[in-house]
């Protein structure tokens, strides 16, 4: 069993509901829907999930990518929700944290979702929901994401989640299908981010009573 197994949290749910939203693991028969969302969203998600769009290109392909991602959960390497809306079943993105470091202990975000930017209010109850995941069930001490700088809506999705502006890392990514090498837009949220965050939107939530 790996080291990143016997250091990360005991027990957690692995199904978390939201106001709108259902976030959980992928099982069997989530292949076909998988595999659609990234053939309609090709463009969206390149070149952040070139790696993703190369591996699955028939249904056979899908069922592998799934099958991985659920031993990879179970073997805390990383963990891969997908996101569906609860009152009509409808499966709409993807969020996985992932290069998991238990030194301090933090995690990378990742994300896509279908229709961006009309989802925007979506997406950000949904990563509201993997960020109480990361920090509570988790007890990580920092979430980071990176994104191009042509990625508006994954840096407006960080920035209205609470996430700050760290930096920007200089010619760091090259996408699978170009010699292009891009800058990285680099967010981080540490835990004192979070319980502010947290803070504020339950402040908020008392005063619209």
């Known amino acids: 069993m790996s080291f990143l197994y016997n250091t990360l ?3 957690f749910e692995e199904k978390l509901e939201t106001e709108h939203l259902l976030l959980r693991p992928y099982e069997d028969g989530d ?3 998988f595999m659609r969302l990234i053939q309609e969203n090709t463009l969206a998600l390149c070149p ?3 790696g993703r769009l190369a ?3 028939a249904l056979d392909d ?3 990518q799934l099958a991985q991602l659920r031993t990879d959960w179970d073997n805390r390497k990383q963990f891969d929700f997908g996101v569906w809306i609860k009152e009509s079943g409808t ?3 993807d969020i996985t944290l992932k290069n998991i470091d238990r030194s301090v202990p933090k995690a990378e975000a990742a994300l896509y979702f279908t229709g961006w930017p009309d989802m925007n209010i979506l997406a950000q109850e949904a990563f509201r929901a993997i960020l109480s995941f990361a920090f509570e069930d988790l007890q990580l001490n920092k ?3 990176r994104c191009t700088q042509y990625n508006l809506a994954c840096s407006q999705l ?5 996430f700050r502006k760290e930096g920007v890392l200089r010619s760091d990514f090259r996408g699978a299908d170009s010699d292009e090498l891009l800058d990285l837009n680099y967010y981080g949220m540490i835990r004192d981010d979070y319980e502010q965050e947290t803070q504020l939107r339950e402040s908020d939530s008392k005063a619209l009573v």
């Open 62 to 64: 899908a069922r592998s």
């Open 55 to 57: 591996r699955v290109r």
């Open 91 to 93: 499966y709409i993105g």
């Open 9 to 11: 949290s005991g027990s």
């Open 158 to 162: 960080a920035e209205s989640c609470g």
């Open 48 to 50: 952040a999930f070139a």
């Open 31 to 33: 292949e076909q829907e």
């Open 143 to 145: 979430v980071y994401m």
